[in-house]
């Protein structure tokens, strides 16, 4: 898939016997799944008929997947959102658009280096910033921490402190 579309979960399965199926979310909630109108699956367009949260799972329907065997034949596929549908609120931003941006000291000014990934956790995310040198330094995404995301300078400032 091209940049246009972002990872949204992957098909783990299917739910009864009328093509629904169970998806294993990598996004913030089933909510947010359930603003599209339409999923990208395999290189083929579906639109969203219903989502709704199962245990730690959604439940998809989807327009043409009306039995149980047309939705196992999805089963291990990722699905995919189309970017340009996805309103996201002011200071938001997808994770794998933040990976790769340079991190910089607010004091110094100076880059610390680059953020690889981005650790989920239930209080909140952490950062994870390898420098120059291939050290990782962890940092909470946490105001005192993580000044600004500056997106057109593809920048993050930061505020370290000593052992980071």
Known sequence: MDERFLEAGVIVGTHGVRGEVRLNP???????????????????????LSARPHKHLALLRLEGVDDVTAAQALRGQVVHIDRAEAALPEGRFFIRDLIG???????????????????QQPAHD????????????????????????????????MTLIEGM
């Open 101 to 119: 941006l340079t991190a910089v000291d607010c004091a110094s000014k100076q880059p610390i280096g680059t953020l690889t990934d981005v650790w």
């Open 126 to 157: 952490v950062y994870v910033v390898r420098d120059a040198e291939g050290r990782e330094h962890l940092v909470p995404n946490v105001p005192a921490f993580v000044k600004e995301i500056d997106w057109p300078g593809k920048t993050i400032r």
């Open 26 to 48: 990598w996004c913030d909630d089933v909510a947010f799944l359930s603003g599209f109108k339409t999923l990208h699956i395999a290189g083929r367009a579906y639109t969203l």
